[in-house]
C-alpha cells in the first residue's frame, strides 16, 4: 500500500511564505516524477509544479520566480517552496507521484489527500 503524506499547508498573509513536505511510504520499486497540483473552489485542478528523476523542473507560468520544487529520493520526499504568496494562490494543495509498486507491477500515479493553502489578510 503506497501512502502520501502531505503536510505544510496553513494561513499565511500576501508577500509571505510556507514551504509544503509530501512523504511517500509503503510499499515502493521506484519513483518517477512527482510534483503537486493545486485545486481552488470552483476551478479545475491544475499543474503547479513537477519535478523529474533527474531533477528537471517545470513551473506554472502563475507560480514562475515564486515557487520552486525539489525532492529527496533518500526520504522519498518532495517539498514545494512558495514565496510571495497570492490570494489567488488559495486552493487545496495534492501531492502525486509516478509510481511502481512493484518490479513486476505498471506504474502508476498516487495522490495525497491535499492540503489546504490560504493567503489572506
Known amino acids: 500500500q503506497v501512502q502520501l503524506v502531505e503536510s505544510g499547508g496553513g494561513l499565511v498573509q500576501p508577500g509571505g511564505s510556507l514551504r509544503l513536505s509530501c512523504v511517500l511510504s509503503?510499499?515502493?520499486?521506484?519513483?518517477?516524477?512527482m510534483g503537486w497540483y493545486r485545486q481552488a473552489p470552483g476551478k479545475s485542478r491544475e499543474l503547479v509544479a513537477r519535478?523529474?528523476?533527474?531533477?528537471?523542473?517545470n513551473l506554472a507560468d502563475s507560480v514562475k520566480g515564486r515557487f520552486t520544487i525539489s525532492r529527496d529520493d533518500a526520504q522519498n520526499t518532495v517539498y514545494l517552496q512558495m514565496h510571495t504568496l497570492k490570494p489567488e494562490d488559495t486552493a487545496v494543495y495534492y501531492c502525486y507521484a509516478e509510481i511502481q509498486p512493484r518490479d513486476w507491477a505498471s506504474m502508476g500515479n498516487y495522490w495525497g489527500q491535499g492540503t489546504q493553502v490560504t493567503v489572506s489578510s
Open positions: 509503503g510499499r515502493i520499486f521506484r519513483i518517477n516524477a
Open positions: 519535478v523529474s528523476t533527474g531533477g528537471s523542473t
